[in-house]
C-alpha cells in the first residue's frame, strides 16, 4: 500500500520557521525525484521544491533563498525547511514522489496546513 505522510504544519507568525516532514514508504522512496508542493483554495496546486536521488534541488522562484529541502533515503524522510515566511506561504503543504522534475508524481500525502499571520 503506498503511503506517505506529512507533518510539522501550524500557526506561525510573518517572518518565523517551520520544518515539514514527510515519511513515505520505502517504495515510494525509491522514486528519483521527491518534492513538496502547496495549494492555497480556488487555486492549482503548485511547485514548491524538488529533490532528485542526486540531491539536486529546484525552487520556486518565491521561496528561493528562504526554504531548503532535504531527503534522508536511508531514513525514507523528506524534510522542507521554511524561514523567514510570509503570509503568501500559507497554504496546505503535500509532499509528492514520481520521476520527473518538471511534474508532479503519481504518489501524494494527505497534506498539512501551514498558516502565516501577518
Known amino acids: 500500500q503506498v503511503q506517505m505522510a506529512e507533518s510539522g504544519g501550524g500557526l506561525v507568525q510573518d517572518g518565523g520557521s517551520l520544518t515539514l516532514s514527510c515519511a513515505a514508504s520505502?517504495?515510494?522512496?525509491?522514486?528519483?525525484?521527491m518534492g513538496w508542493y502547496r495549494q492555497v483554495p480556488g487555486k492549482q496546486r503548485e511547485l514548491v521544491a524538488t529533490?532528485?536521488?542526486?540531491?539536486?534541488?529546484r525552487y520556486a522562484d518565491s521561496v528561493k533563498g528562504r526554504f531548503t529541502i532535504y531527503r534522508d533515503d536511508a531514513k525514507t524522510l523528506m524534510t522542507l525547511h521554511m524561514n523567514n515566511l510570509k503570509p503568501e506561504d500559507t497554504g496546505v503543504y503535500y509532499c509528492?514522489?514520481?520521476?520527473?522534475?518538471?511534474?508532479?508524481?503519481?504518489?501524494w500525502g494527505q497534506g498539512t496546513q501551514v498558516t502565516v499571520s501577518s
Open positions: 520505502g517504495y515510494i522512496f525509491s522514486a528519483p525525484v
Open positions: 529533490i532528485t536521488r542526486d540531491a539536486d534541488t
Open positions: 509528492n514522489a514520481g520521476t520527473n522534475v518538471n511534474s508532479a508524481g503519481p504518489y
